[in-house]
């Protein structure tokens, strides 16, 4: 859905996914490249959308952001611990190599953490379970709580 509003306002879309095909690709007008690398040195704004796992803990940290073009906009979409806000977030907005960078936290709520007063940092709030199919989802799943917990109480009774 990025690239399908990214194609809106005019933009030429490159993605790096480690598990798609290239024709899924296509069918969005994107190009598919063959490295993170790759992705990092050829766009001008990097949106991450990738689940939080040991492969990807720490996966844009200072060498990742030393790949990017100097101007470049990071857009995190991630979990919190996929941008390593220790060695990127608030130096490398100094170093100018972010103009701007929304993310989760790997710690939330951050408390006190310095890119929540970089005045290059737009930070938005945790929206995860607003999409539609996670709202189907938590509904779901409360309606089968409620009926698992009333089986307990009706055997109780």
Not at 58 to 75: Q, T, V
Not at 96 to 101: C, E, K, M
Request: glycine share 6%; charged share 25%.
């Amino acid at each position: 859905m990025v690239a399908v509003r990214a194609k809106a306002f005019g933009m030429r879309v490159v993605s790096y996914d480690p598990y798609i095909k290239g024709e899924r690709a296509e069918s969005y007008d994107t190009t598919l490249l063959d490295s993170v690398d790759s992705l990092l040195a050829l766009s001008d704004f990097v949106s991450i959308h990738t689940p939080l796992t040991p492969e990807t803990r720490g996966m844009f940290g200072a060498n990742a952001m030393a790949k990017m073009k100097p101007n470049a906009r990071l857009i995190s979409c991630a979990r919190g611990g996929v941008v390593d806000e220790q060695h990127c977030g608030w130096r490398s907005n100094r170093a100018n190599w972010l103009a701007q960078r929304s993310t989760f936290f790997e710690k939330e709520p951050p408390g006190d953490n310095p890119l929540l007063k970089h005045p290059r940092v737009v930070v938005t709030p945790h929206l995860g379970a607003m999409t539609e199919e996670a709202q189907t989802r938590a509904a779901i799943d409360v309606a089968e709580q409620v009926v698992e917990n009333s089986k307990c109480v009706m055997r109780d009774s």
